[in-house]
């Protein structure tokens, strides 16, 4: 039996979905596969959606937005690509990264629409069925996607996505701007970061443990836990548990 990929769409309201349209009454064929979600805007897509979406299953997501200029909310799709391209850079981790697409498509685009979804869905059809789903997901999948969607929609992560703009293109009351390429080189970092610290908590959350288990578990050196245990400690998120023989063992203070 082929593989038929269960793929989401989230469509803008006044372009994306507006051209699907045009696509359905032009009767342009294109694979049954997607199923949309319509939203006023492409920025409105919040990062947890896409990580929702995979932890239920979803062989593949699709963003589509009005094109760069043309947004009926101005910069909604300024504010789509930033999130997007951070989610693929957590997605990364996992090679989900080729599993989700953003595309601009207008409400005059009905053949592009089919033609994206064409392309799309090959690109699905390519890659299989997602570990995350069917009839035994993988646990170890699951667990990284629940991570990245609680770094992704960290304080931090947001703060980050929402001022680039600012902090790139505007100087501070010191009259000083932040090169793109050093704020790229932050971000990247952040990332990686609050990736390694939310998969603790997420280990930390089915039984207490060690810097030493948490290292074997998250393949990292015990050192670089250790920096990510002091600073989850000074969030409130973990703290000190007991100790066995010389060991310390840490808990979740977070319920998840």
């Known amino acids: ?40 805007c492409s920025g409105r897509i919040d990062p947890e959606f896409i990580f929702q979406g995979f932890m239920t299953g979803i062989d593949g997501i699709i963003v589509m ?14 504010e789509a690509e930033k999130k997007f391209h951070m989610v693929e850079k957590f997605l990364s981790f996992i090679n989900f ?16 629409f089919a033609e994206v979804v064409s392309s799309f869905t090959k690109q699905i059809k390519d890659q299989g069925p997602s570990p995350a789903g069917g009839v035994n997901p993988d646990e170890e999948i699951s ?9 992704a929609t960290s304080y931090r992560m947001r ?13 501070n009351v010191y009259g ?8 790229d080189a932050l971000f990247v ?6 990736y390694i610290r939310h998969r603790i908590l997420v280990s930390l959350a089915k039984d207490p443990k060690s810097v030493k288990d948490l290292a074997i ?30 060991t310390p063992i840490y808990v979740n203070m977070m319920e998840i």
């Open 1 to 40: 039996m082929s593989f038929e990929p269960k793929i989401l769409g989230f469509l803008c309201n006044w372009c994306s979905y507006a051209g699907a349209d045009l696509a359905g009454v032009s009767r342009i064929q294109y694979p049954p596969n997607i199923r949309v979600i319509r939203v006023m």
């Open 189 to 194: 970092q952040a990332i990686h970061d609050e």
């Open 176 to 183: 000083e701007r932040i090169p793109k390429e050093k704020f």
């Open 217 to 246: 578990e998250i393949k990292a050196e015990p050192s670089e836990i250790l920096e990510h245990i002091t600073i989850l400690k000074g969030r409130s998120q973990v703290n000190f548990d007991k100790i066995v023989g010389n």
């Open 143 to 151: 667990e990284k996607l629940n991570a990245m969607k609680m770094a």
């Open 65 to 78: 937005g009005c094109h760069p200029g043309d947004c009926h909310y101005i910069e909604g799709n300024y």
């Open 97 to 112: 990264d080729k599993r989700i697409r953003l595309e601009w498509v207008s409400a005059s685009e009905g053949a592009r």
């Open 159 to 171: 703060a980050l996505v929402g001022r680039e703009r600012a902090l790139t293109e505007q100087m």
